[in-house]
C-alpha cells in the first residue's frame, strides 16, 4: 500500500504562497540576476519565483548584495509553472525540474548581507557544475556581516557535481540559525571540506537534518565532508555515506549533538553528544538520483522529530515529494519510504520510539 502522493502534490502545488511585498518571476538566467539587483535595491522584503527550466548562469553573475536589510527578507524558490498568464503562478514540488548550471566556470550564487536583519530562504533549485578556486560555496555562498541576524534557510535542494578549493557545494557564514534541511548533496569535490562549511557566532548555531550526503570527494583525508563551526551545531537524521575522509565535524567548541545519523566516520574532538546513530551501507529503490532507503532498511523509521524544538524542522514533503513522515518514525536522510504495508504488515523501523 503507498500513500497517495499525487493528491498530496496538487494541494501543495495549490497552496495559498506567503505575501511578499515584491514578487519576481525569473524564466531566464538574465532575468534572475535582474530580479536579485531589484530585491537589493528596492527596501522590502522580497520573493523571487524561478520558472522551471534548466538555466545557463556561467556568463551571468548571480549576485544579492544589498546595501542595507534592516527587516527585510529574502526567499528564492524553483519549480514555478505557468498558471493562466501568470509565468509563475503555480508551484510544483519537485526540485529537480530547476536547475541552475555553472558549466565548471564560475560560482553559481553568491547572497552578502552586511547590515541589518534578514531572514533568507532557498528552496527546490538544483545547484549543478559550479566552481571557484581558490574559494568557497561554488554552488551557494551566503555571508553575514559581523553582528547581522536572521535566520538563513537551505531546504529541499540539489547540489550536484560541485568544484571549490572548499565547501564545494554550500558555504554560509553568520546570521542568528542556519538550517539546512532536506538536501541531497551528491559528487562535490574540493580540496578540504568536501561539501560544506556552516559556521556563525549567533545565538542558535547550526541545525543541519535529514539530508542525504553521498560520494563527495576531497584530496585532503584528514578534513570532513561537511564541517560545522557554531556556539550549537545539531546534526540529526543525516544520511553520509562513500564520502572521503571523515562524514563531519561539530567543531571543538559550544554545544555539540548527533543524534540519530547515519556515517562511516565522525570527527570527533570532546564534548559531543552522540545518540542512536547507524553506521550500515544502505540499501536503496530503483530508479535515476532516487536514494529512498528500502523498506527493511535500518534507515527506515529511524530518525527522531524535533519534538517541538523551534530550531529544527521537519518538511512537509521529502525530496522526491513523498509525505515526509511515514510510519512510526522520520526515515533517515532526504527521502521517505511511502511504503507502510509490505505483505500485510509494517514492520515498523529499528526504534520502539524515537528518542526524546
Known sequence: ?????MAAFMLGALAVQPSFAATFCATTANQLQSA??????????????????????????LVYDPPTADNLDLTISGGWT???????????????????DGNDLGRILRMTVDDGQADIKVSQLVFMYGRVDPGAGAGLSISYGLGVTGTVSIERNVFLLNTADQSSALSIQGGS????????????????RSVAYLTTTGLFGVSFTNNTVLSNMHTNSNQPTLSIAAG???????NFWNNDGYDASLGSI??????????QSLQLLGGEIVEDNLSVEPEYESG??????????PLVDGGREPGGSPLWNLTDIDLNTSI?????????????????????????????????
Open 1 to 5: 500500500m503507498r500513500f497517495p502522493t
Open 36 to 61: 536579485l539587483s531589484s530585491a537589493a535595491a528596492n527596501g522590502e522584503s522580497d520573493e523571487i519565483r524561478v520558472k522551471i527550466g534548466t538555466y545557463d548562469v556561467s556568463n551571468v553573475d
Open 82 to 100: 505557468p498558471f493562466f498568464q501568470n509565468p509563475c503562478g503555480i508551484q510544483l514540488r519537485d526540485p529537480w525540474q530547476t536547475l541552475l
Open 177 to 192: 540559525l542556519q538550517k539546512v534541511t532536506n538536501n541531497l548533496f551528491l559528487s562535490n569535490q574540493g580540496s578540504t
Open 232 to 238: 550549537r551545531a545539531f546534526l540529526a537524521n543525516n
Open 254 to 263: 559550544g554545544d555539540r549533538y548527533a543524534y540519530n545519523n547515519n556515517y
Open 288 to 297: 535515476l538520483f532516487n536514494y529512498t532507503p528500502v523498506r527493511g532498511s
Open 324 to 356: 515526509r513522515l511515514v510510519g512510526a518514525h522520520v526515515d533517515i536522510g532526504a527521502f521517505e519510504n511511502e511504503t507502510i504495508f509490505v505483505d500485510g504488515f509494517d514492520p515498523g523501523g529499528p526504534f520502539g520510539s524515537a528518542p526524546g
